[in-house]
């Protein structure tokens, strides 16, 4: 078979390998890749009008690396035929019985199709210096895929390495015996309180692997995921691990609308141990566990509270720490609830800029309507409510 030296090949691969932190299997691929390229480029110049082949016209050859001998061969898979149409996909009965007397129509046979010019080596080394960087960087973006994809929606350690634009770029491992990998930390994914100094190491939320040829990090991460606080619990918690304790649903504000107010989290819990205290649990004595979460969150703000199954319950629950006095389901269809609370403590359950109910609200899934109790007209809340259920049911 017919080979085209490539001298100091198996060096090449080896230094590759060395600066890329890629496996040597994917660089044997992308040289592949680039060097079936410089054939096409090659195969495209005996063209008398040096026109381009169809994508997909090449689909049938391949690349074989020899490192023992430091070349490589080209080869295509055919298709023997009794006439030929194509002869890059086909060839002739007739041509191959002389060598495989067994051979028949229909089957398939692998030929040596590698050029014997001068002129194909010096286009197929071209080619190669141009293609293989972009080859080099697809497989590193192929392996990144390959290897985080099943980590979205867990938590890395993130290492700061520079910032590019308003984004923070940190270096992640999915273990520690891998080599660490770029991922990209977005301005609308940190939190106001983190101080993102180079070398300095935060837990992330790993939201997504980006897929396609996109340049920059392949990886986005997060601070600002509700994620990241489930996880953290999850970490401080044994009852949650061992699934005694249960996280049912959460809330988290961790970039406010208005500056003046901090990140803050409503997180829901239940158990269906009887002995158990799902909201101490996640407490711990003397405040040790949600402490060292508030810790890892740079202060912010985190309200546990008794999930219910009951909506009145439940609501009353998530407005903590305001002490409501009543709860009416005024609406529950629309899931509307009216929330009686003591003059003073409006302020308190509504919040400061409204976070507070904000939250319950997405929490419970209620639309919750903070009242003062003093002023609140039964009669005239509930004509207006049979009134709107009239006009809902009427349309």
Known sequence: MTIYRLPGLRAMI????????????????????????????????????????????FANFEVELDTEQEGFRVLATKTITETVQNPDREIALADVIEVVQDARVGDTVLLDVTPDHQEFGRMAAMQTKQV????????????????????????LMGRVLRFERRSVIMAVRSDASQPEVEAELPKREQLPNDNYRANSTF?????????????GPQLEVSRADAGLVVYLFANEVPEIEDEVVRIVAIAREANPPNHKVGPRTKIAVDTLERDVDPVGACIGARGSRIQAVVNELRGEKIDVIRWSPDPATYIANSLSPAPVEEVRLINPEARIAHVLVAPDKVSQAIGKEGQNVRLATRLTGWKIEVRDSSQYNYEEEDRLAMAALEEQVAS
């Open 14 to 57: 080896n230094e590759i390998s060395q600066e890329r932190n890629l496996p040597k299997h994917a660089v044997h691929q992308a040289l592949k890749e680039a060097l079936l390229k410089g054939y096409e480029r090659y195969r495209r110049s005996l063209r008398p009008d040096h026109s381009h082949f169809e994508d997909d016209h």
């Open 132 to 155: 293989l960087a972009q080859k080099l960087r697809d497989q590193q973006r192929r392996l990144v895929q390959e290897e985080f994809k099943d980590l979205e929606g867990t938590v």
């Open 203 to 215: 837990k992330v939320y790993l939201k997504r692997v980006k897929e396609g040829p996109q340049r």
